[in-house]
């Protein structure tokens, strides 16, 4: 059954929130997005019918006035930081905004009986596995701020469960990507960080040449394989979350990923046969903390919420990351700070 009340989104402005605002609306779902704008982009909520508040998350005046206005059964939780290295250099601007200031939305939330939970955690609270395919039991240890300020989230909401009843769906995803086939919403982040559109940025001319970091990596082709899951898959997976949730499932921590490693130079193939552009490369060094293979095993999302990626086909990943790159809107907000 489909919940018909309404649902607060935080974060929903971004790249993997504005996708899933998208579907979430598109099935007739009352969606609010509370964004601080300091990464999203307004205009890419695309459907009339969400209702859009500019602010922070942290703000319980603002909240408790948007408790009162909707009747929310449900929080989809993204807004976050989510550079890797800047969380190195600045610990404590991840461990606030990633960490302390959902605590104003979950005491809200406490406040209000509002009691389902779905959360974007993410592959970096394993850290380095043990064991490839990263399952759900392998041990989470993140090595920087960015994991460990959302695994820590991760315990305050089992926490919040054992105290108040909160029900969460904690979803570890994998390297999100690709974007809307038709171009009209994507992947902006400035700086931008993740692989395929940094590769398409080369060729646009938005960026310099592609720097691959180690190219002597214990895996065929010598470079570092990740996990590529399609931001439309892992949308569809939040919708899974919250029927799950609101029928009176348990929480849940489960992986999204495809279950199929790609490394960095497939990549690099896929965007040129997909572009017919051949790409500036750089073969650099290793980064410090770059595991070689991270891949994750999807099946306990496939038992708990009847959830499997269906976008498996890297090209096409790219290729829709290409539509958005050409599409109307990517040069407006490109330089954006
Ligand atoms: N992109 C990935 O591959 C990936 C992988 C694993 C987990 N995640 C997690 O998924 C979520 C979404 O990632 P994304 O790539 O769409 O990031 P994004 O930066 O595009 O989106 C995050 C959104 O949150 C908003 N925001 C940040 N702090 C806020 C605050 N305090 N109050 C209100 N809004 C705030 C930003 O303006 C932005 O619109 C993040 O929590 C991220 O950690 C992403």
């Known amino acids: 059954m489909t919940d018909t009340r309404a649902i607060l989104v935080t974060g929903g402005a971004g790249y993997i929130g504005s996708h899933t605002v998208r579907l979430l609306a598109g099935e007739g779902r009352k969606i609010v997005v509370l964004d601080n704008l300091v990464h999203g982009h307004e205009d890419s909520i695309i459907d009339t019918a969400v209702d859009f508040v500019l602010g922070g998350i942290g703000d319980h005046a603002l909240l408790r006035s948007l408790f009162q206005r909707y ?3 449900s929080v989809v939780h993204f807004a976050a930081f989510a550079y890797v290295g800047e969380s190195v250099t600045k610990p404590l601007k991840y461990y606030r905004n990633n960490t ?3 605590l104003a939305l979950l005491e809200v939330m406490e406040e209000f009986g509002c009691k389902n939970f779905v959360f974007s955690s993410t592959c970096a609270t394993y850290g380095i596995p043990d064991q490839i395919p990263i399952t759900e039991k392998t041990r989470q240890s993140p090595i920087n701020s960015y994991g460990r300020s959302k695994l820590m989230l991760e315990w305050i909401l089992a926490d919040c469960e054992t105290a108040w009843g909160l029900r969460s769906a904690c979803l570890r995803y994998f390297n999100a990507s690709g974007c809307a086939e038709d171009g009209l919403i994507g992947e902006d ?4 960080t ?3 559109p940094r590769v398409l940025m080369a060729l646009t001319g938005e960026a310099g040449p592609v720097e691959i970091f180690g190219t002597d990596y214990p895996t065929p082709d010598g470079t570092c394989i990740r996990d590529y899951i399609h931001v439309k898959d ?4 939040h919708a899974k979350a919250l029927d799950h949730l609101a029928n009176g499932g348990n929480s849940v921590r489960v992986n999204l990923g495809t279950g199929v490693g790609i490394s960095v130079k497939e990549i690099i193939s896929a965007v040129e046969k997909v572009t017919g552009q051949t790409v500036p490369l750089v073969l650099g060094n290793r980064r410090a903390g770059d595991p070689a293979h991270l891949v994750a095993d999807p099946s306990l999302a ?3 919420l009847g959830w499997r990626a269906t976008r498996l086909d890297i090209v096409e990943t790219v290729r829709s990351a290409w539509a958005w790159m050409n599409g109307p809107k990517r040069g407006r907000y490109a330089t954006k700070s």
């Open 234 to 237: 892992l949308a569809a997976a």
């Open 302 to 304: 496939a038992e708990l």
């Open 189 to 192: 982040h400035n700086p931008e």
């Open 194 to 196: 993740h692989l395929i």
């Open 100 to 102: 302390a200031e959902p």
């Open 71 to 73: 009747d929310f059964s």
